[in-house]
């Protein structure tokens, strides 16, 4: 049998090279040089309690499949144990543990919310809380960003043309891109007046902000009108996430959602983990309080060089514009031995390419003070 060329991936290759010419073409790269990139936050992800953990485990004979879905004989001890430690840990009446971030949010928003509600978004939520609108039975509309007044007026305005379901308002308590908090409270009240939910995405404050790492939700966690996601693949250190909610929402994910009754479950060793990270969030409140401390000093560093402050979190958007000049920083700060990358379009708005700097516990303040200068050098250079 003889193949010849056809045209059929001409349209792939040429959506590439397009992407290509735009400085937008993203490939793999292995990892490489000190840590400004990751949402390894508490740096847990190699922790020596956390390998021990699941070291133990194996040799008791803990599988590493689950073997099949929750509703069939994957539901394990160790997810149980997970869910019940989970909901006592956040403080609330329940939890739900899924395999990953994006799933978790996908699954919640394409079950809880029904035909003839309103999902009212902040801008800049991530991508998986757009996709999950998309697939679900709601409407959804742009709420603005962070602007409870916005989000009001949105609602106000879908009731106005004649909007008559339940409201459920999406947002982030810390933005992944631009390292912003939300106003939870403004949030909270908004909910209550409109007599809607309020899902809250804790994927970068998870682990590090509220008593004990709970997160930005944790003094409204408990209420029947919040659902959060607890991502425990970034400060955790491992990987999934937790939703926790009313017991009644619960039962409906386990018994609607088809992401979930669908799906194999999480490793049991994955469960064990999380598990283990909360235990631990528990024992060492210090190591979230290093964070805080580095958090602040790179602040107030960045700032005494003449920098504009960059957010109040972990996450730092140095902000360049162009596409091919943030990939250009980028790899010149990886050349000098500084893992930070560059972040474009579409994940970023067009015109606001920039390197996302995140800080976690795998640096130091000395690492943070050599980052600062090579990052000096090389824009003071460009602009020369």
């Given at each position: 049998?003889?193949f ?8 792939y290759?040429?959506?590439?090279q397009?992407l290509d010419d735009?400085g937008r073409l993203r490939r793999?790269v ?7 990139v990751s ?19 194996l040799?008791?004979g ?5 073997g099949?879905?929750r509703?069939l004989?994957?539901n394990?001890?160790e997810?149980?144990s997970l869910?019940?430690y989970?909901?006592e ?6 939890a ?6 994006y799933?978790a949010n996908?699954a919640?928003?394409?079950?809880l919310?029904?035909r ?5 978004l902040d801008t ?13 039975r709601?409407d959804?509309?742009?709420g603005?960003?962070n602007?409870a007044?916005?989000?009001?007026n949105?609602?106000?305005?879908w009731?106005a043309?004649?909007g008559?379901?339940?409201v459920w308002?999406v ?5 992944s891109?631009d390292?912003?908090f939300?106003?939870l409270a403004?949030?909270i ?19 590090i ?5 709970r997160g930005?939700t ?9 659902i ?9 250190g ?11 929402l619960r ?5 609607r ?9 999480p490793?049991?060793l994955?469960?064990?983990a ?5 235990m631990l969030?528990r024992?060492e ?6 964070l805080?401390d580095?958090?602040q000093?790179?602040?107030r560093?960045?700032?005494?060089r003449?920098g504009?402050?960059?957010s109040?979190?972990?996450?730092l958007?140095y902000i360049?514009?162009?596409n091919?000049?943030?990939?250009t920083?980028?790899a010149?700060m990886q050349?000098?031995g500084?893992d ?21 516990l795998?640096?130091?303040?000395a690492?943070?003070?050599a980052m ?8 003071k250079?460009?602009?020369?």
């Amino acid at each position: 049998m003889t193949f010849t060329q056809s045209n059929r991936l001409a349209p792939y290759r040429a959506a590439l090279q397009a992407l290509d010419d735009d400085g937008r073409l993203r490939r793999l790269v292995p990892r490489a040089g000190i840590d400004f990139v990751s949402n390894d936050y508490l740096a847990l992800a190699n922790a020596p309690r956390l390998r021990d953990a699941v070291t133990a485990a194996l040799e008791a004979g803990t599988p590493i499949g689950s073997g099949g879905s929750r509703s069939l004989r994957g539901n394990c001890a160790e997810h149980q144990s997970l869910e019940s430690y989970a909901a006592e840990f956040f403080g609330a009446d329940a939890a739900l543990f899924f395999a990953a971030g994006y799933v978790a949010n996908f699954a919640v928003l394409t079950t809880l919310p029904q035909r003839g509600d309103l999902l009212a978004l902040d801008t800049l939520v991530h991508a998986s809380i757009h996709e999950g609108a998309r697939a679900g039975r709601a409407d959804y509309r742009d709420g603005g960003h962070n602007d409870a007044q916005a989000m009001e007026n949105t609602i106000k305005a879908w009731r106005a043309e004649g909007g008559t379901g339940r409201v459920w308002i999406v947002v982030e308590s810390l933005y992944s891109m631009d390292g912003d908090f939300a106003p939870l409270a403004e949030l909270i009240a908004l909910a209550d007046r409109h007599d809607a939910f309020l899902i809250v995405d804790e994927a970068h404050a998870t682990g590090i902000y509220g008593p004990q790492g709970r997160g930005l939700t944790a003094p409204f966690e408990g209420r029947e009108n919040l659902i959060v996601v607890h991502t425990c693949g970034k400060a955790l250190g491992a990987a999934g996430a937790l939703v926790t909610m009313t017991q009644v929402l619960r039962d409906f994910m386990v018994n609607r959602c088809r992401p979930f009754i669908f799906s194999t479950a999480p490793s049991p060793l994955v469960a064990l983990a999380v598990r283990e990270a909360l235990m631990l969030l528990r024992d060492e409140p210090e190591r979230p309080q290093r964070l805080l401390d580095l958090i602040q000093f790179t602040h107030r560093e960045f700032e005494a060089r003449g920098g504009q402050r960059l957010s109040n979190s972990q996450i730092l958007p140095y902000i360049v514009g162009d596409n091919v000049r943030a990939m250009t920083l980028a790899a010149a700060m990886q050349a000098r031995g500084f893992d930070i990358r560059g972040i474009r379009p579409p994940t970023v708005p067009a015109g606001t390419a920039r390197l996302r700097i995140s800080l976690t516990l795998n640096v130091g303040e000395a690492e943070v003070l050599a980052m600062l200068d090579a990052l000096d050098e090389e824009t003071k250079g460009a602009a020369r």
